[in-house]
């Protein structure tokens, strides 16, 4: 009984990842893009991504340079305002 159940998700397995493979068009294959922030100071620095389309690389890259500009801390309201424009708002 365990072998069958196990044996029967291990197909399930290998189905559902080889139609996830076959599914997957040279379009959709991840392309790195660019971004450039400007930060306090005027210190400038990029962020590389790899992603599907140019939103979600947009997306992961403003996400990093949060994390990056606040060191994964609270920067309080103002400060954090201030840094989610910059996020916000690369130079391409």
């Known amino acids: ?4 159940l196990f044996f029967t998700l291990l197909l399930s397995g290998l189905l559902s990842g080889a139609l996830a493979y076959s599914a997957t068009s ?3 294959l991840p392309k ?8 306090p100071k005027s210190k400038t620095f990029a ?7 140019k939103e979600q690389a947009y997306k992961l890259a403003a996400t990093e ?8 801390k609270y920067p ?3 400060k954090g ?3 989610i424009d910059i996020c916000a708002n ?3």
Do not use: D, R, W
């Open 1 to 4: 009984m365990k072998s069958a």
């Open 76 to 78: 309080g309201e103002e």
């Open 90 to 92: 690369p130079k391409m």
């Open 65 to 72: 340079c949060y994390n990056k500009l606040t060191g994964n």
């Open 81 to 83: 305002l201030e840094i």
């Open 26 to 28: 040279p379009a959709q």
């Open 47 to 53: 962020i590389i991504t790899k992603a599907v389309s």
């Open 32 to 39: 790195s893009y660019s971004f450039h922030f400007t930060a």
